[in-house]
């Protein structure tokens, strides 16, 4: 393998000058942290907690074109050499190109967030929607007889290269179509459990990312308790109602770049953040905010999704305390990838004030309308 991939150096050379590129700012932060790594490992000698968390880590944050060609050949699949790194933050992602012409996206799953039974979750997910005619892309088998691989502490899949394109914009036949989509998705989602993947609360969507925040010191100034108090606020407001709605498997983060068009229609893509959950999240994400145009492009989504199965349509009061916990728990994310030498170029206004009193304005309506909503149904 290694005289094979050794011959095809050539081919992969430009994608490696790619990788480099890329890394270029930030290859200085990953020497660094790869030297104290290294350093405590020297001090701490093979025990200790820090090596067996911090190994992979390194491993993820200095993955090449030959460590991933060789975690798709372990299984017997064979690869021409040419390897491409994609965009991506959360997970490192190339794709590969086999001797038998397939291409293959090739995922790496970041060390430390989820478990291997986590990850299993989700493809078991997959594969289900799959054996449904589901539009979705599930994980292929390495050639272990199983979807998930493991090198050097790092977790990793392989799927099919699917070639489609994502719309900004659908009319309300589209919006119907891939409500009839969903509807389909949520009917095989709702026939069993996925006990290993999250669950959709208030404590890890805005609890918890506002500690991150407030510890981390990322909100400026006299802005960090206002930010505090309207999303705790909304926090209360919204737990039990939260807590009350049907849950099950979802997609979880079904935006419009996580569907593909395809002349035949759409196909969801990226499960990573698959959870348990009511299924107006898997709505509100592509008709956002309360606007008159957002509550039609909800109304056709519908009308496609009813066809296939029933909604509870009093779930649509969280459309919008949904959009708060997102709003946070991204902020929440943000912060909590702050020392991947990735996040501060691609997040150049994370700690701009202009950047938060935004993100406390919006928090700030959503809020004054929830208090609304209340005296109403008084």
């Known amino acids: 393998m290694s005289a094979r991939i050794t011959g095809s150096r050539a081919r992969w050379s430009e994608a490696l000058a790619i990788i480099e590129a890329r890394c270029a700012m930030v290859s200085g932060g990953v020497r660094r942290r790869l030297d104290r790594i290294l350093r405590a490992r020297h001090r701490d000698g093979d025990s200790g907690r820090a090596r067996v968390t911090d190994e992979p880590r390194a491993t993820f944050f200095s993955l090449t074109p030959n460590r ?24 490192r992602v190339y794709e590969v190109e086999l001797e038998d012409e397939r291409r293959l996206i090739v995922k790496f799953y970041r060390p430390g967030r989820w478990s291997r039974e986590t990850i299993l979750d989700e493809h078991g997910f997959l594969a289900d929607l799959v054996a449904a005619e589901v539009p979705a892309v599930a994980p292929l088998d390495l050639g272990t007889g199983g979807t998930l691989g493991e090198i050097e502490g790092i977790h990793y899949a392989a799927f099919p290269k699917v070639r489609g394109r994502t719309l900004d914009e659908l ?20 026939a069993r459990d996925a006990p290993q993947r999250p669950r959709l609360d208030v404590t890890s ?43 099950q498997r979802i997609h979880g ?27 107006v999240q898997d709505l509100w994400l592509l008709a956002r905010g309360d606007s008159a145009e957002a509550r039609r492009g909800r109304e056709d989504l519908l009308e496609g999704y009813e066809l296939f199965r029933e909604f509870d349509r009093s779930t649509l009061a969280l459309c919008e305390p949904l959009r708060a916990l997102r709003i946070v728990y991204m902020s929440g994310w943000i912060a909590r990838r702050w020392d991947d030498p990735a996040f501060p170029p691609s997040f150049p206004n994370f700690r701009d004030h202009r950047y938060w009193m935004q993100e406390y304005e919006e928090l700030v309506a959503i809020s004054e309308a929830l208090d609304q909503r209340a005296r109403w149904d008084t």
């Open 68 to 91: 991933v060609l060789e975690a798709v050949e372990v299984g017997g699949l064979r690869c021409t050499g040419r390897c491409l790194p994609l965009r991506a933050f959360e997970n």
């Open 171 to 190: 009319d309300a036949e589209q919006r119907r179509r891939i409500g009839r989509t969903i509807g389909r998705m949520h009917a095989v989602g709702a």
């Open 205 to 247: 969507r805005i609890r918890e990312p506002v500690e991150t925040l407030i510890t981390g010191n990322f909100i400026p100034g006299t802005l960090a308790p206002r930010y505090r108090d309207v999303a705790l606020r909304i926090a209360d407001a919204v737990a039990a109602p939260l807590a009350a709605a049907r849950a």
């Open 253 to 279: 983060d079904l935006h419009w770049g996580n569907m593909l068009w395809t002349s035949e229609g759409p196909i969801l893509v990226d499960f990573d953040d698959c959870l348990v959950g009511p299924p």
